[in-house]
C-alpha cells in the first residue's frame, strides 16, 4: 500500500480534478437520496396520469441523473491520472470502484425500472426491487465515496487550521449535497405535481418522508451551511476574501426568508389540505424565479473559495 508523497508538486489540474469529482460525487448523492426519501415511497399513490408521470420522470432523470452519473465516472477516471499527489493511491482505486458500481446501477438497473414501470404501470415487486436496488447498490457505494471525499480534502488542505479547515470542508460538500437534493425537490417533483390528479393529490402529497427523515435528508443539511458560514467570516482559509462568505450567508438568508414567508404559508401549507392547480403552477414558476437560481450561485461562490484556499504545496 503505497503512498503518494507531499513532496511531488499537485498542478492546478490536480486541484481540477478534485474539485469536480467532489461536486458530481455529492451531487449526485443528493439526487439519489433525496429520490429515494422522497419520490419513490410515492409511486404507489399515482394512479391517474401514470404514464405521463413516469414519462416525465424519465426525461428529468435522465437529465439530472443518468447524464451527469456518467460525467461523475469520468470525473472519477480522471482522479487516477490528475489526482493530488498526497492522496493516497488505493483510495482512489476504491473511489473508481464504488463509482463504476453506483453509476452502473443507475445506468442499468434503475433507469430500466423506471422505462419498464412507464409501459407496464405500477408493480408492487417492481417497486420493491427499485427500493432495494436504489439502496445497496446505488445510494450505499455513492455515499462511501463521499466519506472518503471528506477524507481527501482533509489531508489535501492540512495547511488549513483543523476547526477552519472542516467548517471549509463542511460548507463546500453540502453545498454540492444541496444542488443535487434541491434538483430533485425543484425541477422534478414540483413539476411531477402537476400531472397528480386531484383524485390522488391528498394520498400522494402525505406519503412524503417522516419529518425526522424530512430533516436529516433536507433540514439539516440546509441549515448547516446557514450555521458554518457566520464563524466562517472569521475563520475562513487564508486568502479568502471575507466578501466571499458574506455574500454566502447572504444568498443563503434571502433563501430561507423566501421560503419562510412565500413558500411554507402560501403554497405548501395550503396543499396540505387541498388540491389546487393554480397553487401548483404558482409554486413552479416562483420557484424558478425567486429561489432555485440560489443554490447555483452557492454552487459558484463556494468554488471560488475552493480555488482561493490554498493546499500546503501552494503554500510552500
Known amino acids: 500500500m503505497t503512498t503518494k508523497t507531499l513532496s511531488n508538486t499537485p498542478a492546478e489540474t490536480s486541484k481540477w480534478a478534485l474539485f469536480i469529482f467532489t461536486i458530481f460525487s455529492f451531487y449526485i448523492f443528493g439526487v439519489v437520496l433525496a429520490s429515494y426519501c422522497i419520490t419513490y415511497p410515492r409511486f404507489d399513490d399515482v394512479h391517474d396520469n401514470w404514464q405521463a408521470f413516469m414519462s416525465l420522470y424519465n426525461h428529468k432523470m435522465t437529465i439530472f441523473l443518468k447524464i451527469p452519473s456518467i460525467l461523475w465516472f469520468l470525473s472519477a477516471i480522471s482522479m487516477y491520472f490528475f489526482s493530488p499527489k498526497i492522496v493516497p493511491k488505493w483510495v482512489i482505486y476504491v473511489c473508481i470502484g464504488l463509482t463504476f458500481i453506483s453509476v452502473s446501477t443507475t445506468l442499468f438497473s434503475v433507469m430500466p425500472i423506471f422505462s419498464a414501470m412507464e409501459g ?67 425541477l422534478i417533483e414540483y413539476r411531477l405535481w402537476n400531472i397528480v390528479s386531484e383524485a390522488d393529490w391528498l394520498a400522494y402529497r402525505r406519503s412524503g418522508p417522516s419529518f425526522g427523515l424530512f430533516i436529516a435528508v433536507y433540514l439539516l443539511p440546509g441549515w448547516l451551511p446557514i450555521l458554518l458560514i457566520i464563524p466562517m467570516i472569521w475563520l475562513r482559509p ?68 475552493f480555488f482561493k484556499s490554498k493546499n500546503s504545496t501552494e503554500m510552500q
Open 120 to 186: 407496464i404501470g405500477f408493480n408492487p415487486e417492481t417497486h420493491a426491487n427499485l427500493l432495494s436496488t436504489s439502496m445497496f447498490i446505488q445510494i450505499i457505494p455513492a455515499g462511501i465515496v463521499c466519506l472518503l471525499i471528506l477524507f481527501f480534502l482533509n489531508i489535501y488542505f492540512q495547511s488549513i487550521r483543523p476547526l477552519s479547515r472542516w467548517i471549509f470542508i463542511i460548507v463546500t460538500v453540502l453545498s454540492f449535497y444541496l444542488i443535487g437534493s434541491n434538483t430533485v425537490e425543484a
Open 238 to 305: 487564508k486568502d479568502v476574501s471575507i466578501i466571499l462568505p458574506i455574500c454566502f450567508l447572504l444568498f443563503e438568508l434571502w433563501g430561507a426568508f423566501i421560503t419562510a414567508t412565500y413558500f411554507i404559508p402560501k403554497a405548501q401549507m395550503p396543499l396540505d389540505n387541498a388540491y389546487s392547480k393554480q397553487l401548483l403552477e404558482d409554486l413552479v414558476k416562483n420557484d424558478d424565479l425567486k429561489r432555485v437560481w440560489i443554490m447555483y450561485v452557492l454552487g459558484i461562490i463556494t468554488g471560488v473559495i
